[in-house]
C-alpha cells in the first residue's frame, strides 16, 4: 500500500514523527513510543520505532 502525502493524515504523523526525530528532543520519546505501538499503519510505526530507538540510543530517556 503505498502513501500519497496528499492524505492528511498520514503526512500530519510522518512529518510529525520525523519533525521530532531531527529535533532529536528526548521528551519526544513518551510521544513517539506511543503513536509506534497505537498506529495500524505500518509505514507510520516503522517511522516512529527507527526515531524512537535513534533517541533512545542518543542516551534520551526521560522517566513520565
Known sequence: MLHSLNDKSFAIK???IKALGDIGD???????????????D???????LTVFKNLLSQGGVIDY
Do not use: C, G, M, V
Open 14 to 16: 510522518f512529518s510529525t
Open 26 to 40: 528526548s521528551r519526544a520519546i513518551h510521544f513517539i513510543k506511543q503513536l509506534a505501538d497505537s498506529d495500524n
Open 42 to 48: 505500518p509505514y507510520i510505526k516503522e517511522a516512529a
